[in-house]
């Protein structure tokens, strides 16, 4: 049995959609397909996420949602009209909208994560209905009734391990395709809560893992996995398989195929993960697979970079000889409620590197002052603008030479690294770079170890 996700572009117009029933109909192992919400059309597009977080905007301030409630029932009218069929299949939704509009909930938050969950839930319930049409036997099943919980922090939920044998237990009949709504679980209590953005991957992961699928199956709008951000390098070199811990440092460091949270449940449970295009099904796309498959010959899988980092440079003579320095820092950042990505140090010094996105709401200014008022030390600065990049490969372990052949292309280029750090799984490779010379800094990389679209394999 598989499981298999379709993202945003692929359910995004009616069209898409009948490419999304033959992709289910030419293989009876197909059976639990996870949806997302309708993505966008054309590049001027709004996500249907999006709308209905506006929708839960407007709720909070009381103005009128009419037209906005309209724009959103419309997209998926327009889906149901190229099958044929007529209003009253998205009657039902605009009263199920409205209900969850007007129900009660504990928070704001937790009425915002009700709102933007409901893009999956009505696709999840339209797909069934469009599937029935075309001939196929298919069921839509939610959350609430194969008892998928979530922990309960607002739009950040994370799935409790009670789950996965509550979704053992769900009996799927014979020849039946069940459609199950992506990006959001339920709570103990009860309330709706979302996974972080890009969601429904997660989604899709977990009841891989629950119903112990042969293959979870992801299908986006690319071919492959490229070994870097196409809009960064032209024809990039094609990952044909690559290993679970090489797609998550990835994933963290900026590539956007999947959410770096999404593949856990899948590695936990040691599922393989096709990622495949829906415009062109019959490619064989990237396989995600134990790193005990993967066979490098080449150093480097891929390179992500992003600029999403902000970094705190604290220096203080003699800290390796504080005892307690660092964890001084660490209880100001619990106190806090801010969690860091990576802390590298010196004799003299550490580097803290923040997600820009743990730094709202006042925090930095509170991070700012306490670590003045308790650690006091000698210099403190803040470097807003940060980029990382991030070289991953199984063929990285044990390589003679493997930094040089990465930071040697850079000087030649005379791009000045602003820090090093080399993972302990040995895989990665962590550079951080001014993000004026992020683009530069890549493509000296990706040069100086891939050539005509395939990685340069040299000797040890």
């Known amino acids: 049995m598989k499981v298999v996700k379709f993202g945003g572009t692929s359910l995004a117009s009616g069209s898409q959609v009948k490419k999304v029933i033959k992709i289910i109909a030419a293989d ?19 996500k249907i996420t999006d709308l209905l977080l506006q929708l839960a905007e407007n709720d909070i301030q009381k103005k009128d949602n009419t037209k906005l409630r309209q724009q959103i029932i419309q997209r998926y009218q327009d889906i149901a009209d190229d099958f044929g069929l007529g209003p009253d299949i998205t009657n039902e939704l605009t009263e199920y909208l409205k209900k969850i509009e007007t129900g009660k909930y504990p928070s704001e938050a937790f009425f915002r994560a009700a709102l933007a969950a409901q893009g999956e839930h009505m696709s999840a319930w339209l797909i069934t209905k469009l599937f029935q049409a075309s001939g196929l036997k298919a069921r839509n099943l939610t959350p609430e009734q194969i008892g998928l919980l979530v922990s309960s922090r607002p739009g950040q939920a994370q799935v409790l391990p009670r789950s996965y044998a ?4 769900t009996k799927l009949n014979e020849d039946e395709i069940v459609v199950f709504p992506g990006f959001y679980g339920v709570t103990k209590e009860g309330w709706i809560n979302t996974f972080a953005r890009g969601g429904s991957d997660i989604t899709g992961s977990i009841l891989a893992r629950g119903f112990a699928s042969e293959l979870y199956e992801n299908f986006t709008d690319v071919d492959t996995i490229y070994s870097v951000d196409p809009h960064l390098v032209k024809d990039p070199a094609a990952i044909t398989k690559m290993s679970y811990r090489e797609m998550r440092e990835l994933s963290y460091a900026g590539f956007g195929v999947f959410n770096d949270e999404a593949i856990l449940p ?13 415009n062109d099904p019959e490619k064989k796309g990237t396989m995600i697979v134990p790193a005990s498959q993967i066979h490098r010959k080449s150093k480097i899988t891929g390179i992500a970079s992003s600029d999403k980092f902000s970094a705190l440079f604290i220096h203080s003579y003699l800290v390796n000889r504080q005892v307690g320095f660092s964890l001084k820092v660490l209880q100001i950042l619990a106190d ?8 590298p140090s010196g004799i003299d010094d550490i580097t803290i590197i923040f997600a820009k996105d743990q730094l709202t709401n006042g925090r930095k200014e509170q991070l700012t002052q306490r670590v003045k008022d308790e650690i006091k030390p000698d210099t403190l600065e803040w470097k807003n603008d940060y980029s990382i990049i991030m070289v991953v490969g199984e063929g990285l ?3 003679v030479g493997a930094i040089a052949g990465i930071v040697d292309p850079l000087k030649d280029k005379g ?24 683009k530069k800094a890549v493509e000296a990389i990706y040069d100086a170890n891939f050539k005509d679209g395939k990685p340069i394999v040299k000797n040890q």
Do not use: C, W
């Not at 806090?336 to 802390?343: G, P």
């Open 28 to 46: 009876k192992k197909r059976r639990v397909v996870v949806v997302s919400a309708p993505g966008k059309r054309f590049s001027e597009d709004t």
């Open 166 to 169: 509550k979704i053992a237990q």
């Open 266 to 278: 899948a590695i936990e449970g040691q599922i393989p993960i096709n990622v495949k295009n829906t």
């Open 336 to 343: 806090l409620n801010i969690s860091y990505e990576h802390m």
């Open 397 to 399: 372990v044990n390589r």
């Open 415 to 438: 791009i000045s690294l602003t820090m090093v750090n080399q993972g302990s799984s040995e895989i990665s490779i962590m550079l951080g770079v001014r993000p004026s010379e992020e």
